[in-house]
């Protein structure tokens, strides 16, 4: 018998075997210790919330417009936005500008106004014009912060020319110094011929002035001042806001205007609250017939326009924007790390854009995307994290699943 049959067998089969053995000793490690293909996030789908338009009560006479502080431009307005005479909401700009000239602190009575016989003499001159006045006579002493006040709360003619001839030596300076401040606070559609606004000329549009609004309240000298509803002050006495508005309805500012030109105007503000929000909402009517016909109407204005603005809800905390499932049937989900609203103004749009990485193995809490909102101009981001692990699949899955590593 040839023994050659034999040992080649045990030739093969030792082969074999030590083949097996080195196909172990490799598979082993290489699906025991390899990465994992990462695993893609299923984005749920948005849901669409459009807010309901704002349904607005405007005053049927003139020009008017809302806004609010924080929100660009206005939200809103009716009739012609031509300029039209403004009256005595000039005052407005004439205290801005001053101030912008001659700086004074929030509390601070700032320096010392002397009055001179040309001012005193203004107090005829206005009144034979039939112009709002109130006292002065040559020597009277006040403080920058009480013949600001004069102006804007008694709306005094007299103290209006006085305040800003003692600013910038002249009116002519100071109409020069107005025309530079309104074009650097792009307010390119109001005129400026005087600084009291007794002369028609002085013009400007709502929109235009719903931005000086804002600037007004931006200012809190001049945002205290607009919100007095009656002070005394050494020499002039007792004087109440012209705003017969001023503390009805929430209405806190801002000014008053009255010329025949003109009719009855009123620069308001009012403050009040909306879900987590506070609103500071601007707004103008020009040409009204008499100031309490214009009130009445403003009043329903402000009333309608609250109901414009929405608190929507774009996060809660934990919410789930995403999820991940693995071949292993581990899952977890890309929720919100923080609650989060917004305040928005009729139906602005809201859109939303949902960011989220591959995983594999990763622990809770790992930030794995975010979800950004588009409103308006503005865009709020709110990061995404793991809400559970994912963890290892263990040995036998990976020993019968070579085919899902990586690679």
Not at 6 to 27: C, F, I, N, P, S
Not at 53 to 65: C, D, E, I, N, R
Not at 203 to 227: E, M
Not at 289 to 295: G, N, R, S
């Amino acid at each position: 018998m040839n023994p050659r049959p034999k040992y080649a067998l045990r030739r093969l089969a030792v082969a074999t075997g030590a083949a097996v053995v080195l196909a172990t000793g490799l598979y082993l490690p290489l699906t025991l210790l390899a990465p994992i293909t990462p695993v893609a996030a299923q984005v749920q789908p948005a849901v669409s919330e459009t807010q309901p338009a704002a349904q607005l009560s405007w005053p049927g006479f003139g020009a008017s417009a809302i806004g609010a502080v924080g929100f660009s431009g206005t939200l809103a307005t009716s009739g012609s936005d031509e300029p039209r005479s403004i009256a005595s909401i000039t005052k407005v700009i004439t205290s801005l500008v001053v101030l912008g000239a001659k700086p004074l602190a929030e509390g601070q009575p700032g320096p010392a106004i002397t009055f001179s016989a040309q001012d005193a003499a203004l107090v005829k001159a206005y009144r034979d014009r039939n112009g709002t006045t109130k006292p002065v006579r040559a020597g009277m002493v006040l403080s920058q912060l009480q013949v600001n006040q004069v102006m804007l709360i008694a709306s005094a003619n007299n103290y209006a020319e006085s305040y800003s001839t003692w600013a910038f030596g002249s009116q002519k300076n100071f109409l020069t110094a107005a025309a530079t401040w309104l074009a650097a606070h792009d307010m390119r559609h109001t005129t400026l011929l005087d600084s009291t606004g007794m002369n028609p000329g002085n013009q400007s549009t709502a929109s235009d002035l719903v931005a000086l609004g804002k600037l007004a309240l931006a200012n809190p000298v001049v945002a205290d001042i607009v919100s007095t509803r009656e002070i005394s002050i050494p020499g002039v006495g007792d004087i109440k806001n012209s705003n017969k508005l001023l503390g009805h309805g929430g209405v806190d500012g801002i000014k008053t205007g009255t010329l025949d030109e003109a009719g009855a105007c009123l620069l308001f503000s009012t403050e009040f609250t909306v879900g987590s929000h506070t609103v500071t909402m601007v707004g103008v009517a020009l040409g009204g017939v008499d100031h309490p016909t214009l009130d009445i109407a403003v009043r329903s204005l402000i009333a309608t326009a609250k109901r414009g603005f929405h608190d929507v809800t774009l996060t809660r905390k934990g919410q789930s924007f995403a999820s991940y499932s693995t071949p292993w049937k581990s899952t977890s989900k890309a929720v919100a790390t923080a609650d989060r609203s917004v305040l928005v103004w009729g139906s602005t749009p809201i859109a939303r854009t949902v960011t989220t990485t591959p995983v594999t193995l990763t622990r809770a809490g790992t930030r794995v995307g975010s979800v950004a909102f588009t409103v308006g101009q503005e865009t709020i981001s709110v990061p995404l994290t793991l809400e559970k692990p994912i963890a290892d699949p263990g040995a036998l899955w990976r020993l019968t699943n070579p085919a899902l590593l990586l690679g």
